[in-house]
Structure formats: C-alpha cells, structure tokens
C-alpha cells in the first residue's frame, strides 16, 4: 500500500485499497468519505438485493435516495458470503486490500470467519474497523441498532423538538456521526502504521458504535444533568444554554433567527439592534445566566420588534450590529440556495438510472478536485474487481456458474426487487 503523500489531483488516499462490508448509512457514509480523498472502496453486496438502502425508496429516478447519497465513488462487488466460494473470493480480495469496514448485525461477522481478531490474525496488515450499535460488554451488546433507536436510547429526541413533543432530529446523526468518527479512527491507524520504526506496536483494528457516539454528541446535555441534576427541556428551534437566541417572525412573514453567546453580544442587539437601550442598562439581563432565567420575556420584546419589520431589514440591521442571524429554510429552498450557487458546491455525477446532482464534500483542499465517481449498479464491477485480484475469466465464470457470484451484467437496478 502507498498513499499519496502530497494532495494531488489523484487525492491524498490514492492507492488506498478499502473493502467494505456495509449497509444503510453509517459504514456507507465511512467509506464514501474515504472515497471523496481518493481511496478506492470496494463496496461487497448480497447478490440477491444488495445493500438494503438501495430499496428505501426510488425517488432518484428509480433509485433511493439514501443510497445515492451515500454510496458514490464505489465498485459494487456482488457476492454470496453464505457460500464457501463467495468466501474465498473476498479473502482473495482482502488480500490486496489496506482497510476492511463492516457494520453487520451483532454476531454476523463472526460467523462469516470476518471479525476483527480473525481478519487480522490472517491479514496482518489490514486495518479493521468494525461499526456497530452499542459496543461490546454491555446488556445491550446483542441488540439490532438503527438510528432513531439509538438516539432514543442516548436521550437525543428527549433535547430535540419541544416539552409536550420531543423528536428526532431530521438528520441520521448517530449514523452519520459514527461514519466520520470511524473515518477518522482509520486516518489515525493508517498514520500510525506510517510512523518510523520503534514505536510500540500499532493496533491494527478499532470499532465505533452508534450509541457511544450519540453519547458523546450529548456532550454538553449529559454534563450539565450530572452537575444540575436538571434534565434541560427541548426548547424546539431555540438553545438550553444561552439567550436570547431563537426564531422570530418577521412582517413579511419570513422567520428569522437570532443568536447571541456572550454579554458583549446582547449589548449590541439590545441597543442597535431592536433599539431597546433600556433593555442592554437592566441588570437584571446583565449575565447569560440571568437572560435564559428570564428567557420569555426577552423573546417576546424581540419578537415584537421583528414582527414591524421585513426579513431583509432585519438581517442587515443585523449584520450592522455584529448579531450572527440565518434565515429558516426549506430543504427546497437549500436546493437553490444562491450560497451554495456562488460558491458552486453542486456536481453531476453518473449513475445507473443517468446523471444527478450531488453535493461536494465538505473539506476544500488546496490543488484537490474530489473525484465525485458514480454510483454503482449491483454487482457492476464484480468481474472487474475479481479479474485485479488475480482470477481468470475461466474461474470467474465457473464461479457464477456455482452460484458465489450474481448474475452476469447484473447492474440494472430495476431488476432487483
């Protein structure tokens, strides 16, 4: 294996070969962002169905919209690890692989041989990285985990929404979370392994699981119980921790929000802002503890402030005054968001049922366009893929024939029901 050393235009993981055994979101999300730097992801399906985020929906002309989102950039390989055959070829594959990602239910990994202490006692260079519900040793270790159960479980919904309706948050955030965090585990592991010699032996496998890491994102929540022994109560588009700070109508009818984190900051947006000087000279608003106390009432003075203006005025008054404001917007209307125009976040990249558009990645790296590949049909590069790892099209066909491998030229979507 060699990574790129420089963030060139092949991307600073290319040479990074990634085999992953995944499904839904989190380990999906994982490997997409490792393929968005420039690793190759090989991405391992059941022939009968593959991944089952291909069937949520079929919004995206014929395809489901979590998985176009989540699965660019890979090579489909379509294989049936319940046969001894389908098996062999993935070892054969690993073989020439850097990094092994999976996210199967409790247990399966171990009966299809692939668990982390079986994968590296045969594969000593392989880094392993297992993403699963709730971590072992626990009374919940055994359990199926999907996201809206582990933000449940981790006291998520209960901060989100408001008292008489908590909720889950739209996004997957333990999904998504767990796949960054897995993401950069194996960053940190391949950098180790790259570290000059005589440093103490470097693991060569790690896990993440979805309910530590929607702990950790109750970071703030769970240290302020512990000290309080307050549960915070879910304040719907507004923040438990300071105020004033939330959403207001506006005269047009738009809905602005309003943000202040320190006292130097209420100051301003009570006196050039929403011109209440009497306001900013009240002692009894003088500290942030004393503003979320008394939280109603200054959401009501600037409520009634916003409400004899328009949105625009506002956010430029705003501005002026140094007060951080955003506008509430649809999904649509991030669809055509002029920010994201201006600043062309939006590509076409192929997929089986023709070009869509997608978002870039996040990270903006100097010299580095992402690769921004396809999205692959099931089983589309099942040939290809065996054919780099060394077997013959004879033995490739003898093992279709035998039934490790789906169909040949199975990459319609619409043929798998």
């Given at each position: ?11 600073p ?5 990634v ?8 380990a ?15 991405k391992?399906?059941n ?12 919004v ?5 919209a979590h ?16 046969d ?15 990094v ?6 409790p247990?399966?990994?171990a009966?299809?041989g ?5 994968l ?6 392989l ?16 359990k ?30 333990a999904?998504?979370s ?25 693991p ?36 438990p ?6 959403a ?27 011109d ?8 009894r608003?003088a ?8 939280r ?44 994201l ?8 990249i192929?997929?089986?049922a023709?070009?869509v ?15 921004m ?6 089983g ?7 054919v ?7 033995e ?8 490790a ?13």
């Amino acid at each position: 294996m060699q990574i790129s050393d420089e963030a060139g235009p092949q991307g600073p993981l290319s040479g990074l070969t990634v085999v992953a055994l995944e499904q839904a979101v989190s380990a999906p999300m994982c490997t997409r962002v490792l393929a968005d730097f420039g690793a190759r992801v090989i991405k391992i399906e059941n022939p009968a169905g593959g991944d089952f985020a291909r069937h949520y929906d079929d919004v995206v002309h014929g395809l489901a919209a979590h998985f176009v989102w989540a699965n660019r950039g890979k090579e489909s390989v379509a294989l049936d690890l319940k046969d001894p055959d389908g098996r062999a070829i993935l070892r054969r594959i690993l073989g020439t692989a850097d990094v092994f990602v999976s996210n199967l239910a409790p247990g399966a990994a171990a009966t299809l041989g692939l668990s982390a202490e079986q994968l590296t006692a045969e594969f000593p260079e392989l880094v392993v990285m297992e993403i699963d519900g709730y971590g072992a040793g626990g009374p919940l270790s055994h359990k199926r985990a999907y996201d809206l159960l582990i933000q449940a479980e981790s006291g998520t919904c209960a901060v989100t929404g408001t008292a008489d309706a908590p909720a889950k948050p739209g996004p997957p955030i333990a999904d998504v979370s767990s796949g960054l965090y897995a993401a950069l585990t194996i960053l940190a592991l391949l950098c180790a392994k790259r570290a000059p010699a005589g440093r103490s032996a470097v693991p060569a496998s790690a896990s993440v699981s979805l309910f530590d890491t929607a702990a950790e994102l109750m970071g703030y929540h769970l240290t302020y119980t512990r000290h309080t022994g307050v549960d915070q109560q879910p304040l719907g588009m507004s923040s438990p921790a300071v105020a004033p700070y939330g959403a207001y109508r506006t005269a047009d009818g738009a809905t602005i929000v309003l943000g202040t984190t320190n006292d130097r900051e209420w100051q301003r947006l009570s006196r050039d802002l929403i011109d209440r000087p009497d306001l900013a000279a009240d002692p009894r608003y003088a500290t942030n503890a004393d503003r979320v106390r008394l939280r109603d009432e200054l959401d009501r003075e600037i409520a009634r402030w916003c409400g004899r203006h328009e949105a625009d005025a506002v956010q430029e008054r705003a501005d002026a005054a140094g007060i951080g404001n955003s506008r509430f917007r649809t999904p649509g209307e991030v669809l055509t968001h002029p920010h994201l125009a201006a600043r062309r976040r939006w590509r076409a990249i192929p997929t089986p049922a023709g070009p869509v558009t997608a978002l870039l990645p996040p990270p903006v790296i100097t010299g580095f366009e992402p690769p921004m590949g396809a999205v692959p049909a099931l089983g589309e590069h099942t040939e290809s893929v065996l054919v780099r790892a060394g077997f013959t099209p004879d033995e490739i066909e003898e093992f279709r024939r035998r039934g490790a491998l789906g169909p040949a030229g199975n990459n319609d979507e619409r043929t798998i029901q």
